[in-house]
């Protein structure tokens, strides 16, 4: 069965800003793991900036 001409075909996997993010965001969760949090932040704020870099 073929798909109406209207109808994009899927693409497979991610675009590339898909791709792009796939890596930040565990890149930026690694770099609050590793880093200290920034002067006047709390442990427990910059490890929620870690886990919502994972999140977005």
Do not use: H, Y
């Not at 796939?22 to 490890?47: C, D, F, K, R, V």
Request: glycine share 14%; with cysteine; charged share 10%.
């Amino acid at each position: 069965m073929q798909s109406s001409p209207d109808v994009p075909e899927k693409t497979q996997g991610p675009s590339g800003p898909g791709r792009f993010g796939l890596w930040l965001g565990p890149a930026l969760l690694l770099a609050t793991l590793i880093l200290p949090p920034p002067t006047g932040m709390s442990e427990a704020a910059w490890a929620c900036v870690g886990l919502g870099s994972v999140n977005n």
